[in-house]
């Protein structure tokens, strides 16, 4: 490698993982693939979590306390319910109601049941595309129909939507789904764009469900506001959130659900009552309320690194893989590379796969059609970066 | 005390602990109610979990492995399915389907959905009362209508039911929620009893709902049978069952819903399709794995001790309060005590909490009216069962 780059700060030791730790863990990420395949897929980190999780999830375990958890006096969830309040206090001004907070197992399930009881069978849901690919599934299996706000490459560059492309698609429609920051483009939506979304979830008496699960990995410049704390906005908003994406602890499966106002909390109830989306688990709500109340130096160093590999990112494609087109993602750790311009006559995600022994997201799994697209994932260290970068440099320039 | 008992085997120390280790538990058992309050309520067990257990959450814990699950090449939840497939094969030769077998939080929760998916609004569900309590409200929150069928003590000892009692109320009923074995009772249902379910639910065409979460913990003389496994009842049996009780894990929250046929799957799927009841946290999935397939010997141990307490119970029941009358418990730590007999003017409940310092679950919750009766938690070291005993003995002999 002898290109110039923004130089790379070195990875904090306490977040190293070395690629025998990697190897040896039984998450998807590394194990879904052969060995020789390079995993930048699933939305999972190479790094260690939080020494405060950890922590807080040994307290547990070296006691090996799992009974039916109580925690400050209350059901051990209410606690995550809490933490949300004041974390989005603390750091956006929003003054959620931790009585109108549920807690529940991920957003996959909150998808899935905010779609059923905002919406009734055959009516439209509108979802940015390109997206999370269970969002797609959680409107078809439920029986809605799909109307796809589409993300475009801007004339000044980044992707942008434009609501009026929807006229026309509009009759029976009643819920948006908002991803912000959004998965897989990496847009953190500025205030004007999220009012302008609000005005048009007024016009048409939408319920927004706001996906905000990225919010805390966000980059300089730009910054995350709270749909439901929009002016207006609460009376029409459910907010899920997450500490597993920024904190990296997807498998302990703990997710909120914000209702904006007792009515949507109550609207709600009548699709799912009592305790039918089941209860969140000891270790996972320990570990979500140490992420939220503690963990924010360690979760600036993370934010630091994945700015500097994403810049990094950029710097090699541009300078190596010009046919290669990425929007600088403002948040997330995820890149969508539009891979058209390599004239490939497979899917970029097989041929990559095959060919530089790369395993990323299909683009088609997050908009049908986009086979010339991949995700990938940067949340891993400069060298396992720089391997990725270096096989798909060597596999591109064979081809050309 | 000065009473003759069978003798009780010593506590193996490897279950043994003290009784800081219990007050510094943040379960709800020993944090409800005041420090010089004894709890023999909530569905917990004063023991340490199995070793095989600790080793499993610890091989995820010590490399923080908290990314999304897989096991075997599959998602992680599969590994549960497949370790409850071979369990009932090993212990009762029942040979349940991995892939009609879905992984979710709870028994609550998967009480609730199957009562949603096999029933309407204002349909009629059959529980055995006294009950576990949020069977009850997993029918009224639900809005169906709870139809009883009464455990009562029969002629010989022991509770039964008379399935001609519920004559004339069966109009509009859908259901059956069976709970065997039976909480708070302890009945273990003999084959003919099953029988005699099954046939009246093919008479009346019910989907029966068998929760077999205490089937782990039976004692000599009694025997599980798992209702699915009845000649022709699969065909209408959702089977529910977790390790969380009989492992004491139940903060771990993973727990299993089988359905004996596709078509009963594919019913439940209308009404909450795809990922809506969420996905299992990897440290459950892993305890749950290690319990059923590597723990029986622990689980052994553990039944032999309940055992003895079951009957050092009985025994000083008998011989120093005769008034209060119980029905040995066939299965589960549970005791289900008759109080009525005492003539308090107060929910029994009540009087011992506020008057003895013991807090056992109320009577009430498991049968409105039976304000004479509380359920008796025995899973215990026997001198935290005597010191109950010895309470209850004083207060009784200060009211005779």
Not at 138 to 158: C, S
Not at 271 to 277: E, I, K, L, N
Not at 317 to 340: F, G, H, K, N, V
Not at 359 to 365: M, T, V
């Amino acid at each position: 490698m002898n290109i110039e780059t923004r130089p790379v700060p070195p990875l904090d030791p306490a977040f190293q993982l070395s690629p025998e730790r990697l190897l040896a863990r039984r998450n998807a990420k590394w194990s879904q693939y052969a060995p020789d395949v390079i995993p930048a897929y699933v939305a999972d980190m190479d790094f260690m979590v939080a020494p405060q999780i950890q922590a807080a999830i040994r307290a547990s375990v070296d006691v090996a306390d799992y009974g039916y958890p109580m925690r400050n006096g209350e059901k051990a969830d209410r606690a995550v319910a809490h933490a949300f309040v004041r974390r989005m206090q603390r750091l956006y001004g929003w003054q959620p109601d931790a009585d109108l907070t549920l807690v529940l197992s991920d957003l996959v399930q909150a998808t899935y049941a905010g779609v059923m009881a905002f919406s009734r069978p055959g009516e439209g849901v509108i979802v940015q595309v390109p997206n999370y690919p269970p969002f797609r599934t959680a409107v078809e299996d439920t029986g809605r129909r799909l109307v796809p706000l589409e993300m475009t490459v801007q004339p000044g560059g980044g992707y942008g939507f434009d609501l009026a492309s929807l006229e026309g698609q509009l009759e029976g429609v009643s819920v948006l789904v908002l991803c912000n920051p959004q998965n897989p483009t990496g847009r953190a939506f500025r205030r004007e764009e999220l009012e302008e979304l609000l005005a048009f979830a007024e016009a048409h008496d939408l319920t927004v469900l706001s996906d905000e699960i990225h919010c805390d990995l966000i980059f300089d410049g730009a910054r995350h506001i709270p749909f439901a704390g929009l002016p207006g906005a609460a009376a029409r908003t459910v907010t899920f959130n997450s500490a597993t994406k920024g904190f990296n602890i997807p498998g302990l499966r703990t997710a909120v659900m914000n209702f904006g106002t007792p009515e949507l909390l109550a609207r709600f109830r009548e699709g799912f009552p009592g305790r039918v989306m089941g209860s969140p688990n000891a270790l996972g709500i320990d570990a979500t309320v140490a992420a939220w109340d503690e963990a924010q130096d360690w979760l600036a160093a993370l934010v630091a690194h994945l700015q500097a590999m994403r810049d990094h990112l950029a710097a090699r494609l541009a300078a190596e893989l010009p046919e290669i087109s990425m929007q600088r993602p403002e948040a997330t750790y995820l890149a969508w590379l539009d891979c058209r311009a390599l004239g490939l006559d497979r899917p970029a995600f097989d041929v990559f796969h095959d060919e530089a022994r790369i395993a990323f997201s299909p683009g088609a799994n997050f908009l049908p059609g986009a086979e010339g697209f991949v995700r990938l994932n940067f949340a891993t260290s400069q060298p396992i970066l720089d391997e990725i970068l270096d096989r798909m440099v060597r596999m591109v320039r064979r081809n050309r």
